[in-house]
């Protein structure tokens, strides 16, 4: 089967696969224990994780959010975030996975449409409500924890996205038609 994969960069971030029919597939969070993010990033969790799906799947395309740093953040949280993003670029480029930067702006207006400013915590619920109702099969509540997880949630979304623009997918040799 065919998969789109959504990817929220970040050490609270998330990789979704969802097939043509909007169903998740597999998930990763990237703080779960044991994951390619929290604390410290582990680039062979994400490796091995995305060899996995590779061998069970095939992945279409991988839509991944731009990250940029911002006024307020220091210069270790702007290095932290280039870090990430650029190790998770990396590595699906080495896979030979066809990938597409989406930034923040675009790809929240395709999915949730034009609804104004929103503060980080109505973004956040935003983003939870929506992939209750469009992804069901997706679980955003990790094992030992309580409150649904938005990195997840914002995975979905960005695979969604990429199911939007690109319905029969990437084609096989990793071109985008």
């Keep these: 089967m065919s998969v789109i994969i959504g990817i929220d960069p970040g050490k609270s971030g998330a990789v979704v696969a969802i097939d043509k029919f909007g169903v998740a597939v597999d998930s990763i969070a990237a703080d779960d224990k044991g994951s390619y993010g929290g604390k410290e990033y582990v680039p062979q969790a994400l490796v091995d994780w995305l060899v ?15 990250q940029s740093s911002r006024p307020p953040e220091g210069r270790k949280s702007a290095l932290t975030t280039g870090y990430g993003w650029g190790m ?12 597409e930067l989406a930034s923040p702006v675009t790809w929240t207006k395709s999915v949730y449409g034009g609804s104004g400013k929103k503060t980080p915590s109505e973004r956040k619920a935003r983003s ?25 949630s914002d995975a979905a979304a960005l695979a969604m996205y990429g199911w939007s623009k690109y319905p029969s997918g990437a084609s096989m040799d990793g071109r985008l038609p």
């Design 52 to 66: 996995d799906l590779k061998w069970r799947e095939t992945i279409q395309l991988a839509v991944v959010e731009v």
């Design 88 to 99: 998770i670029v990396g590595v699906l480029a080495a896979l030979g996975i066809p990938y």
């Design 128 to 152: 939870i409500q929506w992939a209750r109702a469009r992804v069901p099969s997706l679980s955003l509540v990790l094992d030992g924890r309580r409150v649904p997880h938005h990195g997840l």
